[in-house]
């Protein structure tokens, strides 16, 4: 089964920015919506944000503000945009897909609903 590919991972002193890329044509049906996740050394993946087929968004708490999920109008990529980045951003990033049923409800916050995984890309921060 074809997975997405994250690029655009990289170092940044905090307070910089980043764009992630996440290329999905596998998941551009409308049955499906893509999202975001991260894992920080020593913690358990967490969710950043979820983008639904028509564009309504949701964030984890913890980057509301900060990031933006974006995707281009065919959905065959998906985008984060980081702004103001902290230390506490630095993680492996994940993108992922999700069926649509589960992308606006709370359910998008549990792991094991996501269907299929990236291989991730690594954001270092640095104070």
């Known amino acids: 089964e074809e997975r997405p590919v994250e690029s655009g991972g990289g170092s940044v002193l905090a307070g910089g920015s980043l764009t992630l890329s996440c290329a999905a044509s596998?998941?551009?049906?409308?049955?499906?919506?893509m999202g975001w996740w991260r894992q920080a050394p020593g913690k358990e993946r967490e969710g950043v944000a979820v983008?639904?087929?028509?564009?309504?968004?949701l964030y984890g708490d913890s980057v509301k503000g900060r990031f933006t999920i974006s995707q281009d109008d065919a959905r065959n990529t998906v985008y984060l945009q980081m702004n103001n980045l902290k230390a506490e951003d630095t993680a492996k990033y994940y993108c992922?897909?999700?069926?649509?049923?589960?992308?606006?409800?709370?359910?998008?916050?549990?792991?094991?609903?996501?269907?299929?995984w990236g291989q991730g890309t690594h954001v270092n921060v640095s104070s």
């Open positions: 596998a998941y551009s049906a409308s049955r499906w919506c």
């Open positions: 992922a897909a999700v069926g649509a049923l589960v992308c606006l409800s709370t359910d998008w916050l549990t792991e094991n609903r996501w269907h299929i």
């Open positions: 983008i639904s087929t028509a564009g309504g968004t």
